[in-house]
């Protein structure tokens, strides 16, 4: 079993800055993949990006490719998601997700979530 705790969240300008973390529990995680989902009000969840167990390979929408980096650490059982240059349409609720096969945490298919943290955009 694994919980995860989201943080980080909160309103910014456009072309601030935030970093997310998500706190995951359990002695399995440095085993697990790890994803970024967001949902905007009225839109379905979409992939944001992920990264597998040892940091060796991410991946990234192409609307945050080159703004968005994934990491993680894990001897603190957390990953982050440092936002660059954001913009209002980067605006939704961030869900740290977690499983342990990477494919099926990148295809919105992980086994575990979090409950979201709310990431706002002004223009």
């Known amino acids: 079993q694994v919980q995860l705790v989201e943080s980080g969240g909160g309103l910014v300008q456009t072309g601030g800055s935030l970093r997310l973390s998500c706190a995951a529990s359990?002695?399995?995680?440095?085993?697990?993949?790890m994803g970024w989902f967001r949902q905007a009000p009225g839109k379905e969840r979409e992939f944001v990006s992920s990264?597998?167990?040892?940091?060796?390979?991410?991946d990234y929408a192409d609307s945050v490719k080159g703004r968005f980096t994934i990491s993680r650490g894990n001897a603190k059982n957390t990953v982050y998601l440092q936002m660059n240059s954001l913009k209002p349409e980067d605006t939704a609720v961030y869900y740290c997700?977690?499983?342990?096969?990477?494919?099926?945490?990148?295809?919105?298919?992980?086994?575990?979530w979090g409950q979201g943290t709310q990431v706002t955009v002004s223009s």
């Open positions: 997700a977690a499983g342990p096969t990477y494919a099926k945490v990148r295809a919105n298919g992980a086994a575990y």
């Open positions: 359990g002695r399995t995680f440095s085993n697990y993949s």
């Open positions: 990264i597998n167990y040892n940091g060796g390979t991410t």
